[in-house]
């Protein structure tokens, strides 16, 4: 079944942490205070991703400059992992984002899985930053490469 990115809207509040807190981990900690929620959904482009009338997670970026966007977050609810459904959503979101000259993201350096997923997808490892989030932890930025035209 093909995958929708639906845009969320404040009526989704509880949907988006809930989705949050199902992918929070070690290497990964999501918006989890309803506050939180509302700013992320109001001040970024935050999609619920759609399997038919079921939500199977989330994907978000925000545009930091008019040729330059971050992919902010990507969770999927633990039963649909490992199917190649986050790679289709990232796929689409990159997509919205064709025209953008500069893609990237932050990744924890230990979320071994994330990193391969987006390698796989044509990010690189540009740079690792230390405390990144203020948090103590270090993280990864990796860059979407685009193919050059000739």
Do not use: C
Not at 66 to 72: E, N, Q, S, V
Not at 104 to 121: E, F, G, M
């Amino acid at each position: 079944m093909k995958l929708e990115l639906k845009r969320a809207t404040l009526k989704d509040v509880q949907e988006v942490m809930d989705i949050e807190n199902s992918a929070s981990s070690a290497t990964y900690v999501g918006n989890i205070k309803v506050d939180e929620v509302r700013l992320f959904i109001k001040n970024e482009s935050v999609f619920l991703i759609k399997r038919g009338k079921i939500t199977i997670g989330g994907i978000a970026y925000k545009i930091q400059k008019t040729d330059y966007a971050r992919l902010k977050n990507l969770a999927l609810y633990t039963k649909y992992r490992g199917k190649g459904l986050a790679a289709q959503a990232i796929l689409m979101l990159l997509n919205k984002l064709k025209n953008f000259k500069r893609v990237d993201l932050t990744v924890h350096p230990h979320n071994s899985r994330a990193i391969s997923l987006y390698l796989s997808l044509g990010f690189i490892i540009e740079s690792w930053q230390d405390n990144y989030y203020g948090d103590g932890e270090s993280r990864l930025i990796l860059v979407l490469v685009k193919n050059k035209k000739k």
